[in-house]
Structure formats: C-alpha cells, structure tokens
C-alpha cells in the first residue's frame, strides 16, 4: 500500500476523511487532545496531529488523481516537482505505532519525580510544573508557579508530556 499526503480545506478534515472512505481509499488521520476553554468549562477536543492534513492509502496502479483532489473537503494532494510522489511506509508506520486504535497519539516518555512537565489537558493546560511524586495508580503530585507562588495539585500522569 501507497500513502499519499492530502491537504484539506481548513476545519474540513472530517469531511474529506468521510468522502475518501465512500470512494474505496483507506485514510489516516493521526489526532492529539487538546484542551480548550468553552466558557468556565475546560474540554478535551481531539484535533489532527498535522492540522489541515491527512494521509490517504490505496494499492491501486492507477490513482483518478482528479477525482481525489475534487472531493468534497480536500484542498489538493501534495506534489513535488509536479509529481504525486508517495510517502515512506516507514514514516506512516512509526506514528501508527504511536496511536491507539481511535488514532490518538500516546505518549512516549515515563515522566518520574524531578522531572520538568507541561500540563496537556484541564484547567492548567499549557502550564509548566516539576513532578514531585508518582503513586501507583498514576497520579502525580506537580508544582505549578501561578502568580509568583508555588501551588502543589494532583494530576492524573497521562494529562502531563516530558519536558527535556
């Protein structure tokens, strides 16, 4: 199987994932949480790892090249030198062997105490902490500087990503 890099119309990637499956094409479209403030809510969004791009799959000899970059959501398959050029398996391989089976990227690095983190997700999303425990059900007890004073919190270790 060939993986061909697809740009998608701008929050349309859903739609070009939809379309390009009706046509017979197998579609990858790595995603990561994010959070985000709706309100005085925090919510956990899935949103492409790559925004605005997706990967298409297919094992036919002859690609209908027109009828991919016509299809409702996709911008245009990405070219060089003019020409459709597939991307290595090996690369599409490595970030699925990262997801789970919905997609979504895992993280990689065991954080452990003294490790620097950034906080992914809830109402501290983006903020940086030092962990200062482990327990055995994963949580983590974290020191976030907020407003010029050490603040001791409990997260859950899957909500925070290494810093190196």
């Not at 690609?63 to 245009?76: A, C, D, E, H, M």
């Not at 990405?78 to 089976?101: F, H, M, N, P, W």
């Not at 997609?103 to 992914?120: F, H, P």
């Amino acid at each position: 199987m060939n993986w061909y890099l697809i740009q998608t119309k701008p929050n349309r990637y859903k739609i070009a994932q939809q379309h390009l499956n009706r046509q017979g094409f197998k579609v990858f479209l790595p995603l990561v949480i994010k959070t985000s403030k709706k309100g005085i809510k925090f919510v956990n969004d899935l949103k492409p790892l790559f925004p605005s791009y997706l990967f298409l799959g297919t094992g036919l000899e002859s690609i209908p090249w027109k009828s991919i970059n016509s299809t409702r959501g996709v911008s245009k398959v990405i070219t060089l030198d003019g020409k459709y050029r597939s991307v290595a398996s090996e690369i599409i391989e490595g970030i699925r062997s990262r997801c789970d089976q919905n997609g979504v990227l895992e993280k990689m690095d065991m954080i452990k105490a003294n490790d620097r983190a950034k906080i992914e997700r809830g109402p501290f999303a983006d903020f940086i902490c030092s962990v200062e425990k482990i327990d055995s059900n994963n949580r983590s007890w974290v020191l976030i500087d907020i407003l010029q004073q050490r603040t001791r919190t409990v997260l859950s270790v899957s909500n925070l990503s290494k810093i190196n």
